[in-house]
T-cell receptor
Framework: DTEVTQTPKHLVMGMTNKKSLKCEQH?????MYWYKQKAKKPPELMFV???????INESVPSRFSPECPNSSLLNLHLHALQPEDSALYLC??????????FGNGTRLTVT | AQSVTQLDSQVPVFEEAPVELRCNYS??????LFWYVQYPNQGLQLLLKYLSGSTLVKGINGFEAEFNKSQTSFHLRKPSVHISDTAEYFC?????????????FGKGTKLSVIP
């Protein structure tokens, strides 16, 4: 069982839809991350929040919009996605300079 | 800049045989090194890490790795594998950034354990 919970597990959306991915942790971690993982590829960092402030944006297109409402929650808002955005989206959290704990991901399919 | 090279994309091995998954890194500064495992349809789970100190690191599920600075390697080993070890294994490197780990992952090695 993972201590980082991601919902939904699966999501199918059209290119004109707006949807959100959610991530929750109750380990008191103050850094939270979004990664994107395409099939048979390693995870690629998208965003990092540190103490609820966006600290890293790896040049991610604006159709992906992260939000950190509080220290336990991390959202990823999706709008006008493309089929090539279909992937496994992983959330992770950590204490400063400590291990990353990953959720099981949301498998996103854009049709 | 830092990078990680996993030399084998796939490693088949018979059950109860030993296995070594190879990882080499390049970095101009001191690094932290990690091995993660990913089972099908799951997230990544930390197997072990090297931050400093002893170069032989023991992790979960009977895995261990040795940090070799002169060869810039961090190979993962297990003396006897089980069917349940079938998974994707990622080596990752990070430097001591400010407040969060910025992990750079290798391309992964798929370990297939043959009964």
């Amino acid at each position: 069982d993972t201590e980082v919970t991601q919902t939904p597990k699966h999501l199918v959306m059209g290119m004109t839809n707006k949807k959100s991915l959610k991530c929750e942790q109750h380990m008191g971690h103050r850094a939270m991350y979004w990664y994107k993982q395409k099939a048979k590829k390693p995870p690629e960092l998208m965003f990092v929040y540190s103490y609820e402030k966006l600290s890293i944006n790896e040049s991610v297109p604006s159709r992906f919009s992260p939000e950190c409402p509080n220290s336990s929650l991390l959202n990823l808002h999706l709008h006008a996605l493309q089929p090539e955005d279909s992937a496994l989206y992983l959330c992770a959290s950590s204490s400063p300079l400590q291990d990353l704990h990953f959720g099981n991901g949301t498998r996103l399919t854009v049709t | 800049a830092q990078s990680v090279t996993q030399l084998d994309s796939q490693v088949p091995v018979f059950e109860e045989a030993p296995v070594e998954l190879r990882c080499n890194y390049s970095s101009s500064v001191s690094v932290y090194l990690f091995w993660y495992v990913q089972y099908p349809n799951q997230g990544l789970q930390l197997l072990l890490k090297y931050l400093s100190g002893s170069t032989l690191v023991k992790g979960i599920n009977g895995f261990e790795a040795e940090f070799n600075k002169s060869q810039t390697s961090f190979h993962l080993r297990k003396p006897s594998v089980h069917i349940s070890d079938t998974a994707e294994y990622f080596c990752a490197v990070s430097y001591s950034g400010a407040g969060s780990y910025q992990l750079t992952f290798g391309k992964g090695t798929k370990l297939s354990v043959i009964p």
